[in-house]
């Protein structure tokens, strides 16, 4: 039987697992979702796993055929935390929580404006600040603006700089949101206020560790499971 909070779980990873896929693509990349996983044949973009799990047991050796591990870096959320591929050449690389916020939970905004980027330019600007000199802004393409079910989030500053964000994954039960960014206490009311006006009947999931997590778990997030991060490291 499937719990709440197994099912909670699957809605995550598969929403994750959607928004890789959305990645994947404006790179060129492409990828399937099958019973298990969902997977990319060729290398993923940076920060972006080749595969990630979509039901618990998983098959280790069909998982891993699916993806390219001679290219350095591979990697596999492991959506359950349940997996050991160590034998295939993998170690974990992080790990981390799942979290989830019920729908309808007021939440009080900062005095920011928001919008959702709908432009390469915009878009440039967000990544630039998402960035924050790190030399990935261009990981960011403007092929994300074209899926309909993304929704990039920026909170601006009364100049009109963009100072926090997040991007927003519609799926079919939940949203989940990634790549939060800026001072905690103005980014997570602030994102979290546009995804209820966007999407007031979902909840919303994504996961996060550490300090992130800590910040998550005070605005009304809690978190439902583990998940880890595998990364495969080349024979020397």
Not at 92 to 107: K, M
Not at 205 to 231: K, M, S
Request: net charge negative.
């Amino acid at each position: 039987m499937t719990t709440p909070q197994q099912a909670l779980i699957r809605a995550a990873a598969r929403s994750n697992a959607e928004w890789c896929a959305v990645m994947g693509r404006a790179h060129g990349v492409a990828s399937a979702f099958g019973g298990e996983a969902w997977a990319a044949a060729r290398r993923t973009p940076v920060y972006y796993p080749d595969a990630v799990t979509l039901e618990p047991g998983a098959d280790p050796e069909a998982l891993v055929a699916r993806i390219d591990t001679v290219s350095p870096g591979a990697s596999v959320k492991d959506s359950f935390a349940d997996l050991d591929l160590t034998g295939a050449g993998f170690r974990v690389l992080f790990e981390a929580e799942w979290i989830h916020r019920p729908a309808g939970v007021p939440v009080t905004a900062p005095d920011l404006a928001w919008d959702a980027v709908s432009d390469p330019g915009a878009l440039r600007d967000w990544a630039l600040a998402w960035d924050d000199g790190g030399g990935n802004a261009g990981l960011f393409r403007p092929g994300v603006l074209d899926d309909p079910e993304t929704f990039v989030l920026a909170g601006r500053s009364a100049d009109g700089r963009v100072v926090c964000g997040a991007v927003a994954s519609r799926s079919a039960h939940v949203v989940g949101v990634s790549n939060v960014f800026g001072p905690p206490h103005a980014a997570w009311p602030l994102v979290l206020r546009a995804v209820g006006r966007l999407f007031p009947p979902l909840p919303v999931v994504g996961y996060e560790q550490g300090a992130d997590l800590a910040a998550a778990l005070r605005y009304g997030f809690e978190a439902v499971g583990p998940l880890r991060v595998w990364v495969h490291e080349r024979p020397v």
